[in-house]
Structure formats: C-alpha cells, structure tokens
C-alpha cells in the first residue's frame, strides 16, 4: 500500500536560512507527489507537483523539490526562509489516473525564528 | 490557478442540531471531491470521497448516516453534520480534483464547534 513519511514533525530555522524538509514514500506504481503548505486555520495551497520529466520541480513562493527515485524521496528546499513561510506542510502522492486514492504525510510543522 | 471554495469558514452550532458545509469548485468541474477532518496539530483524515452522480465512500470508522454527503453536480459537494455533538468540533477541509492527472485543490476549511 502506498504511504507517505514525514521524519521531521517540527523544524525551527532562522530566517534567512535555508530549509529542507523530508520527505520519503512508498508506492508501488509510479508516484505522483505534492507539497502542499497549510497556514494556521486555512486550508492546503498546491507549492508544486511531481509526475515526471525534470527531477528538480520548481514551485511557488521559491520552493522546490527533487524526486529522487533510488531513495523514494521528494525533499523540499528553500534557499532563504521568510518569517511568512511559519506553516505546516504536508507531503503527498497519488496516482496520475486514480482519482480516488492520495496519502498524506503527517505534517512537518516549520518555525521561524527572527 | 483552480479555486475551491468553501463555506462557511467557521460555524457555531447546538449540541442536536445539524450543520451544512458547502464545498464549490469555481473554475473547473470536479469529479472528485474529498471531505477531511483534521484534528490539532494533527495531517488530514480523509473522511470520504464523492463523486459527483454517485453515493459518496465512506472510509472505515466514519459515520455515513452522521456525515451525509452530497455532490450533486459537478461544481458542488456538501457534508451535512447530523445531530451534532461536542466531539464533532473540528477543522473540515474539502477538496477537490478536475480532470486526470490534475492535483488536488483545497477549500480554506471550515471550523465547527459544537456547544
């Protein structure tokens, strides 16, 4: 059965630091995988999506990921982190044509400190 | 990009009484649309996946007589929480999916709290 993992259930950084937060699946197709980010008392913004081509996925608000298929991972990086990037952010894959099935991640709560 | 909207953002309610919760897509159709409960500080429990047309799947534990689901059309999906209780407040999100290959979109959750 497919199932996403979060190692880091809380990470604090400076800001201006850069970030890299965990993530590893299991699948036993080809995954399809997000990040979504999720502000206090709001609900999921889409950062970026994975399915294939270009390993390294540029998304929005200067995040990225790389899927690396030999260590089941889909890390995502920041190369400076903002105070406004405080957030929870969850990790997840689906399957391109099953609309019915995705796993989430238990979350990686990111604090930012002045 | 694809908008989810979901109404209302927070509701307080009665101990008995029932609450709707609407969940629109506003720029494409949706297939699919799931209905979440997230507890603090916890990820999202996927409740239930509707497709539109069709009786929604309820994933085990998950009360399908307390929780009805209804996505009537392709842009509207509701879950109406019957006979609410105290231990039914919590954050609902929903979300939904257009076409193949298109990821999942999220409503802004709706807080219930039941007094």
């Known amino acids: 059965a497919q199932s996403v993992t979060q190692p880091d259930i809380h990470i604090t950084v400076s800001e201006g630091a850069s970030l890299e937060l965990r993530c590893n699946y299991s699948y036993g197709a080809t995954p399809y995988l997000f990040w979504y980010v999720q502000s206090p008392g709001q609900g999921l913004q889409l950062l970026l999506k994975?399915?294939?081509?270009?390993?390294l996925v540029q998304g929005i608000k200067g995040f990225e990921a790389e899927f690396k298929r030999s260590q089941s991972s889909f890390n995502l990086r920041k190369p400076s982190v903002h105070w406004s990037d405080a957030a929870e952010y969850f990790c997840a894959v689906g399957e391109w044509d099953n609309n019915n099935d995705m796993r989430f991640g238990a979350g990686t709560r990111l604090t930012v400190k002045p | 990009g694809a908008v989810v909207s979901q109404h209302p953002s927070r509701v307080i309610c009665k101990s008995g009484t029932s609450v709707k919760i609407e969940c629109r897509s506003l720029?494409?159709?949706?297939?699919?649309m799931f209905w979440y409960r997230q507890f603090p500080k916890k990820s999202l429990m996927l409740m239930a996946t509707s497709n539109e047309g069709s009786k929604a799947t309820y994933e085990q534990g998950v009360e399908k007589d307390k929780f009805l689901i209804n996505h009537a059309s392709l842009t509207l999906s509701t879950l109406t929480v019957t006979s609410a209780h105290p231990e039914d407040s919590s954050f609902y999100i929903c979300?939904?999916?257009?076409?193949?290959?298109?990821?999942?979109?999220f409503g802004n959750g709706t807080r219930l709290t039941v007094t």
């Open positions: 720029d494409f159709q949706a297939t699919t």
């Open positions: 979300s939904a999916r257009g076409h193949r290959g298109s990821p999942l979109h």
């Open positions: 994975y399915f294939s081509g270009d390993t």
